[in-house]
């Protein structure tokens, strides 16, 4: 069984009944509150009573639902490093097939000195 949060009589009285936009007619001001989700302005855009903390998420969901330049700059830069990452890589892969090359051809030449000294 679930129960309420608190008694409606005193979830009347900590949330505001505003319909155009919580100025100083506000419930929640008057008693030095801040608008909460019992409100019934839903802390909407008309709302002026919110925390500098919802304002924020508020923002942070608006970043998030639109790429801003800062997300696309950074993601370029992401995309920037990897294709510098596989060059580097096939620049390593190359040399490291170079040195291989090098080393098979040094042991077939220590190989053939080896036979002219000891066969």
Do not use: H
């Not at 919580?22 to 925390?51: D, F, H, Q």
């Not at 992401?78 to 990452?85: F, G, K, P, T, V």
């Not at 620049?91 to 080393?103: I, N, P, S």
């Amino acid at each position: 069984m679930e129960r309420d949060a608190a008694p409606e009589s005193l979830l009347k009285i900590i949330s505001c009944n505003c319909k155009k936009g919580c100025k100083n007619a506000c419930g929640c001001r008057k008693a030095g509150l801040i608008c909460s989700s019992l409100c019934t302005c839903s802390l909407g855009e008309a709302c002026e009573n919110v925390s500098d903390i919802n304002r924020l998420e508020d923002s942070i969901e608006d970043e998030d639902n639109t790429p801003s330049s800062i997300n696309n700059f950074i993601y370029e830069d992401i995309e920037d490093l990897y294709l510098q990452l596989d060059e580097e890589d096939k620049e390593r892969q190359t040399e490291l097939e170079d040195f291989l090359f090098w080393l098979v051809k040094k042991a077939k030449t220590l190989n053939n000195i080896y036979y002219m000294v000891y066969v």
